[in-house]
């Protein structure tokens, strides 16, 4: 049997929340795409996503929601301006 393993590495991220422009009195959220080590999108769900989002001067609380399909939605809500490093 082949064991299909998910790559963070090749894995796609996108969505507002990841864009430039992003309020900081809003929340927002950004989609994980989980490919496998071909590059190839993983059609379940089940990965161990973890996200940190650091803000200017503190983290910002991350919620990663398992859509079941190889898709992860992460939501979250900066509250102060500035570069934020997902």
Same mark, same amino acid.
């Given at each position: 049997?082949?064991?299909?393993?998910?790559?963070?590495?090749?894995?796609?991220?996108? $969505?507002?929340?990841?864009?430039?422009?992003?309020?900081?009195?809003?929340?927002?959220?950004?989609?994980?795409?989980?490919?496998?080590?071909?590059?190839?999108?993983?059609?379940?769900?089940?990965?161990?996503?973890?996200?940190?989002?650091? $803000?200017?001067?503190?983290?910002?609380?991350?919620?990663?929601?398992?859509?079941?399909? $190889?898709?992860?939605?992460?939501?979250?809500?900066?509250?102060?301006?500035?570069?934020?490093?997902?």
């Amino acid at each position: 049997a082949v064991v299909v393993v998910c790559d963070a590495a090749q894995s796609r991220v996108f $969505g507002p929340g990841v864009e430039d422009g992003v309020q900081d009195n809003l929340p927002t959220h950004f989609t994980i795409e989980a490919r496998d080590t071909d590059g190839l999108p993983m059609r379940k769900g089940g990965e161990p996503f973890e996200v940190a989002i650091g $803000g200017p001067h503190r983290p910002v609380p991350a919620a990663v929601t398992d859509n079941g399909d $190889g898709t992860y939605t992460v939501n979250f809500a900066p509250d102060e301006a500035g570069p934020h490093r997902i």
